[in-house]
């Protein structure tokens, strides 16, 4: 700061130096910005009609707590700059002079100075997406924001997240890491995340998803963890904790933003976007149960608000959701942003507003605090300013958004440490822990299906293998990464790699006919069959769930070959296989592994890695029966008149080369009248001859209460490793909070009564016992 104030620049612009020690930006750039900001005449009349600003001013002291800064700031901002704060920018195509695509600016990039001015002047800016900087970058932009704003507010920017941060590691989609059962895995998972992007100058990712897998058509559900409220929750509360860390202002901590709120995996006809009925108990007990651990107990900082409407009430025009629920129930202290377009839904598909302005300021006065490429900027911007100043939109409601926002930029340190260190990204992008850690989730996520006669694992001195399928020589990422990052190891790299003495032989299967001939050839066969970026993924949503294009007939054909089989899926959505099922000796459900992901497979079938992941959404037979979830009501029956309803993988199974027995089920049961847990234990012992892994699980029913509840709901796991031989005994804590059901009187409420508890290694355990609550 001594050099600040000998080269006279206004305290307005001296934080633009503050990295000068870090050759982060020039004397010269600071320099010219606090000449660009001084001739500007809005400033000059900003700072006649409000407080002025210099570096004694409250906001501006770092041990002061974030609300007394947060407070000064506000009351010394005009209107205008209020609504700028809630506006988001793309950054690629606006502020750059090259690009790669829209959301992405070239590495060689440079930030053009001329195109921010004519696009803010002397505003600020809220947050900038699709811009994936470098941290040079995010440096240059940053600089140029405040020193081009009369308060010296920061900008942050917004990224994507949800397996992998731009071109950094590439982890498994979701849905497979979810098969992990895994908090911890899945913690380490987001931290890495977070930390590839906080080096690059990014403050905040878009993610977990943490809707509800419940209707398998749906593209998104390789997003989600699932299909179980319990288990979604504790895996997006893993993630969270992971990536927002002890403190946001560290350099390797984001904002995390879970979505899509509230509901939005259960859209009708399995459609995205689409209507969601539910009624409040459901809402209550399941929807948000998903979202509730990650604003409670893991402070997330930011929730994105849904497409949909629930009952004719749109996400983004619903104050009961947005303001009750999240802020007054939930204590969420974050910023709400729309998803991409949907305020501007309220205008042109929900018809719930007549003008852009009314869309605008609904959403606003309904607890949004952000908008996401709704409207045009000005419009975005004149809405606000004409509905404050016309009195529909209250000052309370502005201040609550614009109060959102200014407290995650102060969270996330930006008003004290606004720059990024350049060579924090060459420590941490794409590290060998974090590569190590993609490969330690795929290899917890494999999930096997079908193991008839003891197949798998292959044996390594096998002379002839045929890898065969349109999956077997890409290596399949999943929606929101390109496959053209990371190693991109395909199911024929990994296997080639491990067992090099084999003769490996591939054919994509285009040609059924060759297909079959290599599988004649050979001493087994290893189908990489699937989905993909296109028939999987946002907005590419299925009315057929089976296997798609000529796969169905290329797997016929190939086991009809006569040699051994083994069916390897990765896939973003349970899959009708009932063919395979019954005719295939072993399937393997891979998912969408990552970047090293068919390593990892390999690893499995060979038997270097011993398969422990379990599903977390049903598998149904047909696309009849969806939805189709393991924890329905016990009134809903299952009885078709060409299908015993039966599902063809239940949620929570998954196979091992080794096998597990339970028994010594015990249950203690609180005092009465307290508020003591419930104390559950079994032992598990593996009774084969291989080490591996088990995820024990227990499920709990109220027997008869005061509305209908789920025939067995999820409520604790614990993956657990255990030598041949080995019991251990697993303990269960359930806090009788977790028992609580939504009365008719519209409350929570545990009680008293008979439960029945299951523990088990999936769904349908076997294992059961009773026990009393008393209240």
């Known amino acids: 700061m001594r050099e600040v104030k000998k080269l006279g620049i206004r305290s307005d612009v001296a934080i633009c130096v503050q990295g000068l020690h870090l050759k982060l930006v020039t004397v010269a750039s600071c320099l010219i910005a606090s000449l660009l900001f001084s001739v500007h005449p809005a400033a000059a009349r900003a700072q006649e009609r409000f407080p002025a600003t210099d570096s004694s001013s409250l906001y501006r002291q770092g041990g002061l707590p974030i609300e007394q800064r947060v407070e000064d700031l506000l009351r010394r901002m005009t209107l205008e700059e209020k609504v700028r704060q809630l506006d988001l920018y793309s950054g690629a195509t606006a502020l750059v002079d090259v690009h790669t695509d829209e959301t992405h600016a070239a590495a060689t990039a440079h930030f053009l100075p001329d195109r921010a001015q004519a696009l803010w002047g002397d505003l600020g800016v809220g947050a900038i997406h699709d811009l994936n900087p470098t941290p040079e970058q995010a440096n240059a932009i940053q600089a140029w924001v405040l020193a081009h704003n009369r308060l010296g507010i920061p900008v942050f920017f917004i990224e994507e997240g949800l397996h992998g941060f731009d071109t950094g590691t590439v982890f498994p989609a979701p849905i497979g890491l979810s098969a992990t059962w895994n908090p911890g895995l899945v913690r380490n998972v987001g931290a890495a995340i977070a930390a590839e992007a906080r080096a690059t100058g990014v403050g905040m990712i878009l993610a977990p998803v943490v809707d509800l897998a419940r209707e398998p058509r749906w593209g998104r559900v390789e997003e989600d963890y699932g299909e179980d409220p319990y288990l979604t929750g504790q895996l997006g509360l893993a993630y969270v904790r992971g990536a927002q860390g002890e403190s946001l202002s560290s350099d390797h901590n984001v904002v995390s933003e879970p979505k899509h709120f509230a509901g939005h995996g259960s859209p009708e006809g399995g459609t995205n976007t689409s209507p969601v009925h539910i009624g409040e108990r459901e809402l209550r007990s399941v929807m948000l149960k998903s979202f509730e651990p990650a604003i409670r107990d893991g402070k997330a900082m930011g929730v994105m608000a849904a497409y949909h409407e629930i009952d004719g009430i749109p996400i983004t025009a619903d104050p009961f959701l947005l303001k009750k629920v999240l802020r007054q129930e939930w204590g969420f202290q974050g910023f709400v942003l729309s998803d991409l377009g949907a305020i501007q839904r309220l205008y042109n598909v929900h018809n719930v507003a007549a003008t ?235 998912w969408y592994p990552g970047e090293l992901g068919g390593k990892a497979i390999a690893e499995t079938l060979f038997g270097d890695n011993n398969p422990a992941g379990r599903l977390t959404i049903t598998f149904p037979r047909n696309v009849g029966q969806p939805p189709d979830f393991y924890n329905f009501d016990p009134s809903r029956t299952h009885k078709y008149v060409d299908d015993d309803g039966a599902p063809l993988f239940p949620f929570g199974f998954g196979m091992s080369y080794t096998s597990f027995r339970y028994d010594h089920l015990a249950v203690q049961s609180p005092a009465p009248g307290s508020d003591g847990e419930i104390l559950v234990a079994a032992d598990v012992t593996n009774d084969g001859d291989r080490q591996g892994e088990e995820v024990a699980q227990l499920y709990v029913r109220e027997d008869v209460g005061s509305v209908e509840t789920p025939d067995r709901a999820l409520k604790g796991f614990s993956r657990i490793a255990l030598n041949p031989g080995e019991t251990k005994n697993v303990t269960f804590r359930i806090p009788q909070s977790q028992l609580a059901v939504w009365n008719t009187e519209g409350n929570w409420n545990v009680e008293a009564g008979k439960y029945t508890i299951w523990v088990g290694g999936s769904s349908q355990a076997s294992l059961t016992t009773k026990f009393v609550l008393s209240r």
């Open 356 to 590: 852009p302005k009314d869309a605008v300021c609904l959403a606003i006065k309904s607890g949004v605090d952000m908008q996401f490429y709704d409207f045009d900027h000005e419009v975005f911007q004149k809405a606000l300013i004409d509905c404050a100043r016309e009195g529909s939109l209250s000052g309370s409601d502005l201040d609550r958004a614009v109060r959102s926002v200014l407290r995650v930029k102060f969270a996330l340190g930006l008003f004290d440490h606004p720059m990024t260190d350049p060579a924090l990204r060459a420590r941490t992008y794409r590290s060998q822990p974090h590569l190590d850690l993609t490969l330690e989730a795929a290899r917890q996520s494999m999930t096997l299906l079908k193991n008839d006669g003891h197949l798998l694992p292959l044996s390594k001195s096998t002379k002839r293998i045929a890898v065969i399928g349109p999956n077997a020589d890409v290596a399949r990422y999943g929606d929101y990464e390109k496959e053209s990052n990371g190693v991109h190891i395909s199911i024929l790299a990994g296997i080639r790699a491990l067992v090099p003495q084999a003769t490996v032989d591939f054919d994509a299967g285009k040609d059924i006919a060759s297909a079959v001939a290599k599988a004649k050839a050979a001493d087994v066969v290893i189908l990489g069959l699937g989905e993909w970026q296109g028939i999987s993924g946002e907005g590419f949503d299925r009315t057929d769930l089976s296997l798609p294009g000529n796969q169905e007939q290329l797997l016929e054909a190939v086991v009809a070959a006569g040699k051994p089989a083994i069916l390897v899926l990765e896939n973003g959505r349970p899959l009708t296989i009932g063919w395979a099922k019954e005719h295939i000796p072993a399937i393997l459900e891979a």
